[in-house]
């Protein structure tokens, strides 16, 4: 099999379920199946991750299922030197952060998932606390655990970061030169867009406070090779 052209090689491995890599990667050469498998993820049109909130009474995002809420990640760059796989949420609709709801403390965690087998980032708690102190409207976040990082911006809920609009660039980028990390795109804002809504309704009265005090806006997400193939 060696001695196939790259193409070829390429176009079995779509045929591939991707819990096979690991099996694959004992008998090939590890910059074939580099090759072979980010070419499949970049063309992917599908979420390749989900970043899931164990608990939507704490954090929460418009896709939800039973008592977890979700964001789905697609592919964006891959970093072949830490052999890490970069990717992001779909900036352009609203499934790019959570509300954070200041309601009461469970054992709920962020987590990356694929199919029935996680990896745990960090408790939904360490997250909601960061935002009882902080005086400042938002704060750029890094989240590390071995094998995957989070890059994100917690922003406090105030009536200057709502909007139905993405017209204005982003104020700064911390991204350099010898990042690998993939450069924000330009039209991004670190703003919430409200979900337009084409209903008109009659005066509606809560009938519970408001317990958001605040929003997880998820820029990018990174995991290493080995962990993401052990999603699979």
């Avoid at 660039?169 to 804002?189: F, G, K, T």
Wanted: proline fraction near 6%; hydrophobic fraction near 35%; charge should be neutral.
């Amino acid at each position: 099999m060696d001695k196939l052209p790259l193409e070829i090689l390429f176009h079995i491995f779509e045929y591939l379920p991707l819990s096979t890599y690991k099996v694959l990667y004992t008998l090939l050469p590890q910059a074939t199946l580099d090759a072979s498998l980010i070419q499949r993820l970049r063309h992917d049109p599908e979420a390749i991750l989900y970043l899931v909130s164990t608990n939507l009474h704490e954090l929460s995002s418009t896709q939800r299922y039973q008592n977890e809420s979700h964001l789905p990640l697609y592919f964006a760059s891959f970093d072949s030197v830490q052999r890490r796989i970069w990717t992001w949420p779909h900036f352009l609709d609203t499934d790019y952060y959570f509300r954070v709801k200041d309601a009461y403390v469970s054992h709920g965690k962020l987590i990356l998932k694929r199919t029935t087998t996680s990896y745990p980032l960090i408790s939904l708690w360490d997250i909601r606390k960061r935002f009882q102190t902080r005086k400042e409207e938002d704060e750029l976040v890094t989240i590390e655990r071995q094998g995957c990082v989070l890059d994100g911006c917690l922003l406090k809920k105030t009536s200057s970061n709502m909007t139905t609009t993405t017209t204005l660039r982003r104020s700064h980028d911390e991204s350099n030169e010898d990042d690998a990390r993939p450069s924000l795109p330009l039209h991004y804002v670190r703003k919430v867009v409200k979900t337009p809504s084409n209903k008109k309704s009659a005066i509606t009265i809560p009938v519970y406070p408001d317990p958001t005090c605040g929003f997880l806006l998820v820029e990018r997400v990174a995991i290493d090779l080995t962990t993401f193939l052990d999603l699979y």
